[in-house]
């Protein structure tokens, strides 16, 4: 496609249940990564792909959280066991090498744990 | 770790004015620096990297600076108008193979009529 794209836009889930979120990046893109954005606030860091590894996976909150890219493209983050704190909304971004350029993000995945 | 301040969560001007924001840092100096903007409920949308290597970077009315001193960067928008109401989002990128851009947590710039 033309941009990143995020799946699902919403996700309403009850505490405790797992969630999966899909990110497609734009073709081409070797650098993925993934940021949570709570109300009114910054954004933080969970994790970035370099093709299909993780050097930097420091962000991730807890051991609830995983992520994996498969084919250097797709790239999915789990939250296990899902507590309300975890309501955010979750931003995918990818660009060419790294971080050298810029970056372009999704419309991002809004979570809310009830 | 890094930290990045922005002058100020929100900041009202009257349309035709310049706007300017401030990202201050501390820490390491950034290999490159960039601005976003950001709409409510939607991503960040990249609007222009500077390098450390350069003083000052112009795109239509938007004009960054970077002053690896003071470890510092301006972002001034000129002849402001409503449209540009938004979040402006300052990030840091060491430039490294291992790289990720630092935000901060933005400014919320209103321009009203």
């Known amino acids: 496609g033309a941009g990143v794209s995020q799946s699902p836009s919403n996700k309403v889930t009850e505490k405790g249940k797992d969630v999966e979120l899909r990110c497609d990046p734009i073709s081409g893109h070797t650098a993925l990564y993934w940021y949570r954005q709570s109300l009114g606030q910054g954004l933080e860091f969970l994790i970035y792909f370099q093709g299909n590894s993780a050097p930097d996976k420091s962000g991730l909150p807890s051991d609830r959280f995983s992520a994996e890219r498969t084919g250097g493209s797709v790239s999915t983050l789990t939250i296990q066991r899902t507590q309300q704190e975890d309501s955010a909304v979750y931003l995918c971004?990818?660009?060419?090498?790294?971080?050298?350029?810029?970056?372009?993000f999704g419309q991002g995945t809004r979570l809310t744990v009830v | 770790s890094q930290k990045i301040e922005q002058n100020s969560e929100a900041l009202n001007i009257q349309e035709g004015k310049t706007a300017t924001l401030t990202c201050n840092y501390t820490n390491y100096s950034p290999a490159y620096l960039q601005w976003y903007r950001q709409d409510p409920g939607r991503g960040p949308v990249f609007l222009l990297l500077i390098r450390e290597n350069e003083k000052e970077k112009r795109k239509e009315r938007l004009k960054v600076t970077f002053d690896t001193t003071l470890k510092q960067s301006l972002f001034h928008i000129t002849a402001s108008q409503p449209a540009d109401s938004a979040t402006y989002l300052c990030?840091?990128?060491?430039?490294?193979?291992?790289?990720?851009?630092?935000f901060g947590r933005g400014t919320q710039l209103t321009v009203w009529p």
């Open positions: 990030a840091l990128d060491r430039g490294s193979t291992l790289g990720r851009l630092y």
């Open positions: 971004a990818s660009s060419l090498e790294g971080m050298n350029t810029e970056a372009f």
